[in-house]
């Protein structure tokens, strides 16, 4: 088996389709190189051996030794430079490349192949003393933090010191012999830190380079990002070995990095950022402040340093050709590295770039218009999750603020939160139910986890490709990057004279830049422009309907705005909890007899009645799924003793009698206890009085609007044919004699939910019964895997690492085991009743991967709660196409 693919000199062994072998960048460096762009030779070792890596126990196959020398050998047959020559040596950058770009993992080491004895070559080779060992050090630095794994903070802080001592206040002011002297002191630091010389064999080198990018694989960081990102680990990384290129050989040198098209707003315009004399960690990593790409966007910016555009002219339109190019051939906005040596331009990576939610939108939308990609593929190009962003809301513009100091926009959206300084609190807090705000100086690989639980992320430093900015765009999280003005001490953070302690709630707009005191109060976003246009073209592909679970007047507006097309779950025991009716509710259970409990449910039957009237009134039209009392009965009581005195009061109880009673209703399993229709069951003047309250409002709004809602009544938790019977008989009961009292009829229909695995393996039976079918997923979920879904998140993050299940089963259906009973029960109730109604009222109705499976197993809708209605709408239509 071969593990090494060529690229570069006009050979290229794989392509832009071998991404799962080459990794993502070790593809598209094979795909640039074919398509004849300047790309720096080199070769990729496949993900293959990755994985054969880690089968062999962190070991390489003889094999592999050749095939790294045969690669080598192409390097230095196209460089005409040999690796470890002491006259004119070859240097190499080692880099990682999964198939998914993936933080976390080992990245790059650059300057490969220095020694005490190539370095002078280098200086005598490029002339430029100071060049050679600046890139010394930098291999040292980069080498020992990455590869050895040492305390990196050290070798800043003698960079720092040896700085100081000169009194410089820029890297570029050290001479030849600063650095020279620099890189004694860290080869001290090496051998004091790791217990051995740095090594001076560049092969030596080279192979730990190799091994470092393997063993990151498994690294906790890449473990956590791979399991937010559901990344399995059987994919494994590629490793990249290539010719060094300088973009530090001086004034006609640079480095950068820049998009096809903005990739925070989505406008049609170059966007990046180049340093003059530098390599490509000094842009990333915000040491020095990067100059904009062109003319226009220095302009905006209002700065000074010239751009790459008036700096460097020709290289720049050569840069311009490459990025049409290259927009043109991947039809899709690209994320691109570049180095510029002594005026040669080279390509270092592209791919397509991450963008927000936003200017995905816009960059769909724009490039249908402009022909370069079709409707659909807009529409399936646009990450549904990612919609998330654009509905949630904004900061209200006429609210006042208290604004501290304003940073880079790198990543839109508002959020408010307590402060928190690191990675760790910020989980911490999270877990607890607390918003908070990231705040750091930057960000690192290691901060994943607290970026992901914090609302929002604010760095003092680094610009709008920093970590921060890039991974908080990934992730969909507003982030202010690069506000100077602010930093970090033993109180809290300092701005100015202003002081925010850990804890204290501050607001950052990742729009505008600008970080506030205290939380400002936000607006609801407007779904136009591309919003809707992409939405529109989703709904003319999409096969299922999609509905909404509401149980508010409020929701239902909300989630019709979002294009809900009828409600799919209206969970009734909601309204049960409000102030105003629970201590009827909580008489009705009290009851000794059925007398009582009709006499409560007579003054519970008004309140219902309005709330369905409301419901009907906002959704006129479509058909509204109402589900009749579902939890156990003992959710209704107090649980705290302060209360009882109270309750019982209130209920014309004396407090023993109700704790009595509190006592008797309690079950050690409530979920799979007396809930659902074994209530209705029990207590079937429940049900009566839903039912009542549902057909006097259909009526009432029947009346008023002349457009009848269909109400379809569901029963829950049936596991048998006879239960759905029994409890259809009861609505039908109900729904005559309201018609004959009121002298009107509606059309209804009664069906179930599927929630438990008998009632999925007899619903060709159950369809007898019940004109439709919900699938409720949660509760299936919980039966079928036998996982208690209020008890499940304390070890079910372990079980999505070691990939017993593949993602979370409540937050993403479990196809395979679940989805089975789904399909056979699906399968069965047709069979029974051919035009039966199915739909899906689980969580999983707002998931896009499970959408895709009720697709594929034909239901009639989703149903999804109503900020992921957009979401589910554009889901639906990705799984149609
Ligand atoms: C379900 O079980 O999937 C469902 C929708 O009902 P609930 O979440 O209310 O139990
Ligand atoms: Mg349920």
């Not at 190499?92 to 790059?108: E, L």
């Not at 000169?166 to 002011?173: A, S």
């Not at 019982?648 to 008797?664: S, Y």
């Not at 019977?725 to 002298?743: I, P, Q, Y």
Request: glycine share 10%; hydrophobic share 45%; with cysteine.
């Amino acid at each position: 088996q071969r593990y090494v693919y060529r690229f570069g000199g006009g050979v290229s062994d794989g392509g832009g389709g071998d991404r799962n072998l080459l990794g993502g960048k070790g593809a598209n460096l094979a795909e640039m190189a074919s398509i004849g762009l300047p790309v720096p030779p080199g070769f990729t070792i496949s993900t293959a051996m990755c994985t054969r890596y880690y089968e062999e126990g962190g070991a390489f196959p003889d094999s592999l030794r050749d095939e790294v020398a045969d690669g080598l050998a192409h390097i230095e047959e196209i460089t005409g430079k040999r690796f470890g020559d002491a006259a004119d040596p070859l240097l190499v950058s080692v880099r990682s490349g999964a198939r998914a770009s993936m933080p976390g993992m080992m990245d790059t080491v650059l300057n490969l192949g220095l020694n005490d004895r190539t370095v002078e070559g280098l200086a005598a080779a490029s002339g430029d003393p100071r060049f050679a060992w600046d890139s010394y050090r930098r291999f040292i630095q980069m080498y020992s933090d990455v590869v050895l794994e040492l305390d990196h903070s050290r070798f800043e802080e003698a960079l720092e010191i040896a700085k100081e001592d000169q009194g410089y206040g820029l890297d570029t002011d050290m001479t030849a012999a600063d650095w020279r002297s620099l890189v004694a002191e860290y080869k001290a630091l090496v051998e004091e830190l790791w217990g051995k010389p740095f090594p001076q064999d560049v092969h030596d080198q080279l192979w730990g380079a190799i091994g470092a990018v393997f063993g990151s694989w498994q690294s906790e960081r890449a473990k956590v990002y791979r399991r937010l990102n559901y990344i399995p680990a059987s994919w494994g990384t590629a490793v990249n070995v290539q010719a060094m290129v300088f973009g530090n050989m001086g004034d006609t040198s640079a480095t950068g990095v820049a998009f096809t098209r903005d990739p925070a707003k989505g406008d049609n315009a170059y966007y990046g950022e180049f340093l003059i004399n530098a390599q490509g960690e000094d842009v990333v990593a915000g040491i020095r402040t990067p100059q904009y790409l062109t003319r226009a966007a220095r302009e905006a910016a209002g700065a000074r340093a010239a751009s790459m555009e008036e700096a460097m002219p020709q290289v720049y339109g050569e840069l311009a050709r490459v990025f049409d190019l290259l927009e043109r051939h991947y039809r899709d906005m690209q994320d691109i590295e570049f180095t510029v040596q002594q005026g040669k331009l080279w390509m270092l990576q592209t791919r397509s770039g991450k963008r927000t939610a936003k200017a995905a939108l816009k960059i769909a939308v724009d490039m249908a218009g402009e022909g370069l990609i079709s409707e659909e593929e807009a529409v399936a190009r646009v990450d549904p999750a990612a919609l998330d962003q654009l509905l949630h809301p904004t900061l209200d513009p006429a609210a006042p603020r208290d604004v501290l100091t304003t940073g880079l926009p790198a990543s839109p959206g508002a959020a408010s939160g307590a402060v928190v300084f690191t990675a760790d609190a910020a989980e911490e807090a999270a877990q607890a139910g607390r918003d908070v705000i990231l705040v750091r100086v930057e960000t690192s690989p290691e901060d994943i986890h607290g970026m992901h639980a914090a609302k929002g992320i604010l760095t003092a430093r680094g610009g709008m490709t920093s970590h921060a900015a890039v991974v908080a765009r990934g992730m969909g999280r507003p982030c202010v990057s690069g506000a100077g003005a602010l930093s970090i001490g033993k109180d809290g953070m300092r701005i100015g004279d202003r002081v925010i302690a850990a804890g204290e709630v501050i607001t950052i707009d990742g729009s505008t830049g600008e970080v506030m005191a205290g939380a400002v109060p936000t607006i609801q976003p407007e779904l136009v422009g591309d919003f809707g246009t992409l939405m529109a073209w989703a709904d003319k592909v999409r096969r299922l309907k999609v509905r909404t679970n509401a149980e508010t007047p409020l929701d239902c507006r909300t989630a019709r705005e979002f294009g809900a097309e009828g409600i799919g779950l209206c969970r009734t025991e909601h309204m049960f909890f409000d102030a105003a009716r629970i201590t009827a509710v909580r008489q009705m259970i009290l009851a000794s007899d059925e007398a009582g409990r009709r006499a409560a449910l007579d003054r519970l039957l008004p309140e219902q009645r309005s709330d369905f009237v409301e419901i009907f009134e906002v959704m006129v039209g479509l058909p509204c799924t109402i589900r009749l009392l579902d939890p156990p009965l003992h959710e209704f009581l107090p649980h705290e003793e302060v209360e009882f005195a109270e309750v019982a009061a209130a209920a014309g109880l004396d407090v023993d009698t109700l704790k009595r009673r509190a006592a008797e209703l309690h079950e050690f399993n409530p979920m799979l206890g007396h809930r659902g229709c074994r209530l209705g069951v029990t207590y079937p003047e429940i049900y009566e009085m839903q039912a009542r309250a549902i057909f006097e409002a259909a009526v009432l709004v029947a009346e008023k609007s002349g457009d009848a809602p269909v109400p379809e009544i569901m029963i829950p938790l049936v596991a048998t044919k006879r239960e759905l019977e029994l409890m259809k008989a009861v609505v039908d009961r109900a729904a005559e004699a309201v018609f004959a009292e009121k002298g009107r009829r509606i059309d209804y229909l009664v069906g179930t939910m599927i929630e438990l695995p008998r009632a999925a393996l007899k619903a060709g039976e159950i369809a007898e019964a019940g004109a439709f079918f919900s699938f409720g997923t949660n509760d299936l979920t919980q039966t079928t895997l036998g996982v208690s879904r209020d008890d499940a998140a304390r070890f079910l993050s372990g079980y999505v690492e070691q990939g017993i299940y593949a993602k979370d089963p409540f937050v993403s259906l479990d196809v395979e085991g679940v989805g089975e009973l789904v399909s056979l029960a699906a399968e069965r109730g047709r069979a029974t009743r051919p035009d039966i109604k199915l739909g899906i009222c689980g969580e999983h109705g707002g998931d896009p991967a499970s959408i895709a499976f009720c697709e594929q197993v034909g239901l009639d809708y989703v149903s999804a709660s109503p900020y992921r209605v957009p979401i589910a709408r554009l889901a639906a239509a990705q799984a149609a196409l």
